[in-house]
């Protein structure tokens, strides 16, 4: 009987949840701050915190693609300011969820236009039920004209993170997967670095703002990827996926409970079907069919 180690899975709740935990950081920084200055930051650091940490381990191969590194660092880059701007026009828990959420609805999209697979009945069902809760969340649209454009911002940081994901996917058969991210999310912070010249940085030097950006590029940079990656080796990766939903859980009730956003019955009705269709779309169907016979997997 397969087992799964039950130890590599609270590893992967804690990386979630320590994910979860950016977008209440980036409520905490000085008013002045910039998204792109954060996101250039967080990658800065927890590039860097990355890139020390597997050099000492001795990981860092250049068995991979060029080009694949330079796709996942293009869409890595693009995913810090991008997601930042929704959180902050869209609020924590709305701009994770979405952003979240629409990743991997936008995966199967492009799955299905470069690899020509068929999308199954149940991808459609979840497709549905992001969509709807999307829409639960941002009625009545006639009060969105200052916040709408941060469901924008919050699907493009979704769609560069699905890019991200499918490259990461076909590197990880090939090469270390813990080298192949200190590369990506440095080459993303040199990328990011020119905004640090054109938004003021002078809040940085603060002690709050020394601690949301060692914050998010640390705890929820290097540590979370750290975990992440050590669990994914002991964990089908199905199992990881489902597990990391906790991410958008814990930015919806510290949004609610630390932040003090207000989310009416309708927005949690919301976030519950954003959060049931991705599970339903992570959960394989052999998962399903072994549950109901005796030969279904047991945690350690």
């Given at each position: 009987?397969?087992?799964?180690n039950?130890?590599a899975?609270?590893?992967?709740?804690?990386a979630?949840?320590?994910?979860?935990t950016?977008?209440t950081a980036?409520?905490?920084?000085?008013?002045h701050s910039?998204p792109?200055?954060?996101?250039?930051?967080?990658?800065?650091?927890?590039g860097?915190s990355?890139?020390v940490?597997?050099?000492i381990?001795g990981k860092?191969?250049f068995l991979?693609s060029?080009?694949d590194l330079?796709?996942a660092a293009i869409?890595m880059?693009a995913?810090?300011?991008l997601?930042?701007?929704a959180?902050?026009?869209s609020g924590?828990?709305?701009?994770t969820?979405?952003?979240?959420?629409?990743?991997?609805?936008?995966t199967g999209?492009?799955?299905?236009?470069i690899y020509?697979?068929?999308?199954a009945v149940r991808?459609w069902?979840?497709?549905?039920?992001g969509?709807?809760?999307?829409?639960?969340l941002?009625m009545?649209?006639e009060?969105?004209?200052?916040?709408?454009s941060?469901?924008?911002?919050?699907?493009?940081a979704?769609?560069?993170?699905?890019?991200?994901?499918?490259?990461?996917k076909n590197?990880?058969?090939?090469?270390?997967?813990?080298?192949?991210v200190?590369?990506v999310f440095?080459?993303?912070?040199i990328?990011?670095t020119?905004?640090l010249f054109?938004?003021?940085?002078?809040?940085?030097f603060?002690l709050?703002?020394?601690?949301v950006?060692?914050?998010l590029g640390i705890?929820?940079t290097?540590l979370?990827y750290?975990l992440f990656n050590?669990?994914?080796?002991r964990?089908?990766?199905?199992?990881?996926v489902?597990l990391s939903?906790t991410?958008?859980l814990t930015?919806a009730c510290?949004?609610?409970f630390v932040v003090?956003?207000?989310?009416i019955?309708?927005?949690?009705?919301g976030?519950?079907?954003?959060?049931?269709?991705?599970?339903?779309l992570t959960i394989?169907?052999?998962?399903?069919?072994n549950?109901?016979?005796?030969?279904?997997?047991?945690?350690?």
């Amino acid at each position: 009987m397969n087992k799964i180690n039950a130890s590599a899975m609270m590893l992967t709740i804690l990386a979630a949840i320590l994910w979860g935990t950016t977008g209440t950081a980036q409520s905490f920084a000085p008013d002045h701050s910039h998204p792109l200055v954060i996101g250039s930051l967080r990658l800065l650091i927890g590039g860097g915190s990355l890139l020390v940490y597997v050099w000492i381990k001795g990981k860092i191969a250049f068995l991979f693609s060029k080009r694949d590194l330079l796709i996942a660092a293009i869409s890595m880059a693009a995913y810090q300011p991008l997601f930042f701007t929704a959180v902050d026009l869209s609020g924590i828990a709305v701009g994770t969820v979405v952003a979240i959420g629409s990743a991997p609805i936008i995966t199967g999209v492009v799955e299905y236009m470069i690899y020509r697979r068929k999308l199954a009945v149940r991808w459609w069902a979840s497709t549905g039920l992001g969509i709807v809760g999307i829409v639960l969340l941002f009625m009545p649209f006639e009060n969105i004209d200052l916040q709408s454009s941060g469901i924008y911002f919050a699907l493009g940081a979704g769609g560069s993170f699905a890019l991200y994901t499918i490259v990461s996917k076909n590197i990880s058969e090939q090469a270390d997967s813990e080298g192949f991210v200190a590369l990506v999310f440095s080459l993303a912070a040199i990328f990011l670095t020119p905004f640090l010249f054109f938004y003021p940085i002078s809040w940085v030097f603060t002690l709050k703002g020394t601690a949301v950006v060692f914050h998010l590029g640390i705890v929820t940079t290097a540590l979370a990827y750290i975990l992440f990656n050590y669990s994914l080796r002991r964990i089908p990766a199905s199992y990881a996926v489902t597990l990391s939903l906790t991410e958008p859980l814990t930015a919806a009730c510290l949004g609610a409970f630390v932040v003090g956003e207000t989310l009416i019955i309708k927005d949690w009705a919301g976030i519950g079907l954003i959060l049931t269709g991705v599970t339903l779309l992570t959960i394989p169907k052999t998962t399903i069919l072994n549950r109901q016979s005796k030969n279904e997997y047991t945690a350690e």
